[in-house]
């Protein structure tokens, strides 16, 4: 699975991981970057802010990712809706099929089906604010 991983630090690294599960406190990520390609890292769970799940490492730079609900055909989703805001200020909408106010992290859908972002795991410990259902449409 490719993935870029965001620190709370703000750092990132750009690579693959065969082992993650939310379930376990770290995860190895072997990097696709030019300075470390090939080079293994453990990760803490609890140093992120994110795990972006993506389609390519180099997204695609021109297309404008669709923000909010009201942006898109949001009839054939299926899930809670869901805000959130990072620590960063950065602010994600999609779907959790997952999510629990008891959870240390959870996957949220983007609310953009063309999005290079095919999921995210979102550290709860890294977020300033989480809306649900209707209040994560405004």
Excluded: C
């Excluded at 779907?95 to 290079?116: A, R, T, W």
């Amino acid at each position: 699975m490719w993935v870029v991983v965001h620190f709370k630090d703000g750092r990132l690294l750009k690579g693959f991981t065969r082992d993650f599960t939310p379930t376990k406190t770290s995860f190895h990520l072997t990097s696709e970057q030019d300075k470390d390609r090939g080079s293994e890292y453990e990760i803490e769970l609890t140093d992120l802010k994110a795990i972006f799940f993506v389609k390519t490492l180099e997204g695609n730079k021109d297309y404008a990712e669709k923000k909010r609900f009201e942006e898109v055909d949001t009839s054939g989703l299926k899930g809670l809706k869901i805000r959130v805001e990072f620590d960063d200020g950065e602010v994600i909408r999609g779907i959790s099929l997952g999510y629990s106010k008891s959870s240390k992290g959870f996957f949220v859908i983007p609310v953009d089906p063309e999005s290079n972002n095919e999921r995210i795991y979102v550290n709860a410990e890294s977020l300033r604010d989480i809306k649900i259902g209707a209040a994560a449409e405004k």
